[in-house]
């Protein structure tokens, strides 16, 4: 080589002169080699140059005017010799890849260039990333020294890649390698900036200098009408739009919509998180399998860089996917049978512990966040008060220990460290590994231990020495340890926990939750609990007899298997307790659904519904108490999708108590009227008592509100203060997000035209009864959170079945003589009552007649007779032939009845028993309404054969 090809402006005497290669390591100096005495923050190579000679080198590059050296010698003097040298080793290994991507920023840069990298290897493009990581490519993996090597590797490495076919490559540019020209002489297609934060100022002076070096890769090392990709929600996003103006480059920010791409919905599932995205008119549902909201942002970036590498969306969209988190970022390590969860994490600067704190805080709502973090010794000692300060503000346990002490006494790290912290969360185990297996070994159900600092680094220096040390290697053994004390079912592993019961078998087969001893079967854990008029405890023989693998109970009984029997203060507490964690450890979405009427129904609809097309557990009958909640939510299967449950109240505060131990992910509220009425002043309490299950519902969680409703209005206002999401459905107000447009009468059927989001759709259904309309709009309004609805099939909703004695249709024999009998004999409120008249008068029955019965409206209070009176115009108005009563409240209606539809006032069971069996003539109908403890439930049910 000779140096007129490489070295600029080198005079006409020296232009042929011989070289062989260049080197900046005198040691490894070879005949005939340039010599670039670079001058170091620790080392000076000006003080190698004779070395240099000695070994054959005759051509020196140094910053230092040199007027003494030996003949032959050439002294070739610049003022930046790293530059020089980074510009020559570029023109040497001249063949590169011809898409170069940079990125650099304090943190996300691997994450970015991991994710880009995979993105293009799955689509099956050949592809290199290069930084911190080392160099990836399809079929090669090469450790590095730093996240950005000096330029002769580089040269070489690039050189490689580009003989082995590789177009695009993307690599880490750290603040160290661009002030110090490491990489002057390339020139890039697209730079990422992620974010600015306090790193390296050991190095740097301060942020400005920091953000100075940052921005060289915008000012001097992208490729005209280059691509710029960032935030421009990031402070420096006005630094950098003033660069890529001035230097005609284009802008790409992850938060502009000018990019027609929208992410139209996002929720956590576990450990995942699922995306609905619009781009342009393509909807896109997408799993992501990474922890923490921030990949979001990451992805995103590598999603646009990849489109910038010719890419197509649809492609880059399709392996989304298959991504996994990149070594030592946010990475759960192995699975402990308990649902805790180890996160490895390489944050080691103030923002990126708490981005990754605050991240999993978000994720993992209401969990244990325990951090196992120190600093590194003689880098940035400003940073460790702040990183301790962060650890006690955002973790709930800190485990202190030693990182890279390195020439630092270990102990005084630790020291500066704690300045920050709260003393009493503190537990200090200098030994990294010692802390590490303690850390894993305390974690208790559901528990996130965060390991912070090392990431994916497999030595640990300390002093002079560096030892080999993985923090991922001691996680997994302390793993395996773990679960060797630990069932596979997690419900059996917080009994045991929760009781604190040693013996307890932790290879026990558990089924169903039981309080009903009636109901137990081999393998149910029972709960004997003391009620008001029943002692549970006094059950727990019948329990063990048929089979129950446990039974909890507040006394043992000597006379029966006492390995059987877990002692509690308190069953109910205790079945309580219990379910609130399990609830917390599963990735089922919990739905709870309130609401003055119309609470089952929407239950039993949106839960068969979600049952088409996800594993779904619905509540029970009416499990809607502090007995059914519990139960219902610890029968939830691990499994499950979803849970939809049912929340009912008889005065305020018994739903905040229910929701609190629910925490639903969506909360829906159907209506509000006069139900329980005579424990509320007005009605507006009532409204205020429904709402407490707003208060409850995750924090960025969804209520589904009535927009119909009177107090839609004041439930928003709520829910935004609480941070909620609102989703509105109606038929009457045409601002509902989701919203019945039409109904269409076809043959014996009707078809439905809904207006969702930005879609309509149709469905076909079997009756056009209001509340039915209702709940379908409900259901779609919770699916639309999650699902595509406009892949729903149209007759979903068409065969569904109405809950016995909420309005369902039987058709029962009684002496020879067939009845249509329609019963809403469950419950009544006027809200309930008027709509069901309303459907009933909607019923076609030919040459029949048309009877309705109506027994009281119970729990008004002062309210009754003012509620039972407005009943009276809407029974007038309708098509019943006659109306019978039953009841001290509703038998004061009957003289305002119109005459022609008067039938009979019941003064007793046996009469309005006898008036059905004998006083209707086949085929005739029959509605039947009333309050559940008037007893006509039990009567319907008796002629319908359910027991």
Known sequence: MLLKDYFPNIGKKYEKTFFSDICFESSKVKKDNVFFAIKGTNIDGNNFILDAINKGSKIIVTEKKITKFPNGVLIIHSKNVRKLLAEVSFKIYNKK????????????????????????????????????????SNNKYINLSNTTIDPIQLGKILNYLKNQKVEDVILEASSHGLSQNRLDGLKFNSGIFTNLSQDHLDYHKNLKDYLIAKLYLFEKLLSIRGNVITDEKIPEFRNIKKIALKRNLKIYSISNPKNHFKILSHYFLGEKQMLIIKYKNLIKNIKLNLIGKIQLKNIMMAIIAAQKSNLSLNKILAVIPKIRSVEGRLEKIGNIKNKSKVILDYAHTPDALKISLLSLREQFPNKKIVLLFGCGGNRDQNKRSKMGKIASLYADQIYLTDDNPRLENPNKIRKDIKKGINSKKISEISDRAKAISEAVKNLTTGNILLVAGKGHEKIQEIGNRKIYFSDKKIILNAIKLKNLNLSNNLKLNLIKESSGDKKLNTNLTLGQARINSKEVKKNDIFFAIRGRKNDGNKFVEEALKKKASIVVVNKVKKKLDYKKQIKVIDSLKFLTETSTIFRENIDAKIIAITGSCGKTTLKELLGKTLKKISKTTISPKSYNNKYGVPLSLFNLSKNDNYGVLEVGMDKKGEIDYLSKIIKPDISVITNINYAHAKNFKNIKDIALAKSEIISNTKTNGFVIL?????????????????????????????????????????????????????????????????????????????????????????????????????????????????????????????????????????????????????????????????????????VNKTKIDKIFLKGNYISQIFKKIVKSKRGKVFRTNSQMIKFIKNDLNNNDYLMVKASNATGFNKIINDLKGIK
């Open 97 to 136: 890849p011809s898409n170069l991507i940079a990125i650099t920023g304090t943190n996300g840069k691997s994450s970015v260039a991991d994710f880009y990298y995979q993105i293009l290897k799955f689509n099956k493009r050949k592809v290199a990333s290069i930084g911190t990581l080392g160099v990836k």
């Open 706 to 874: 009535n927009a119909d409703d009177n107090f839609f209005r004041l439930h928003q206002k709520i829910a935004t203060k609480n941070n909620i999401n609102t989703i509105s459905f109606g038929i009457k107000n045409h601002k509902s997000d989701v919203k019945l447009i039409n109904i269409i009468k076809i043959n014996d059927n009707f078809k439905i035209n809904i207006k969702a989001k930005d879609f309509n759709k149709s469905f076909v259904i079997s009756n056009n009864f209001q509340n039915n309309i209702y709940n379908i709009l409900a259901t779609l309004a919770v699916m639309s959170i999650n699902i595509d609805i406009t892949k729903l099939d149209k007759k979903v909703f068409f065969n569904f079945t109405t809950p016995q004695g909420r309005g369902d249709l039987s058709r029962i024999k009684i002496n020879k003589k067939n009845i249509n009998l329609i019963d809403e004999s469950y419950n009544s409120n006027p809200l309930s009552l008027k709509s069901a008249i309303l459907n009933y008068d909607k019923v076609k029955c030919k040459k029949f007649r048309k009877y309705l019965l109506l027994g009281d409206m119970l729990e008004l209070g002062t309210h009754s007779k003012k509620l039972h009176q407005s009943i009276i115009p809407i």
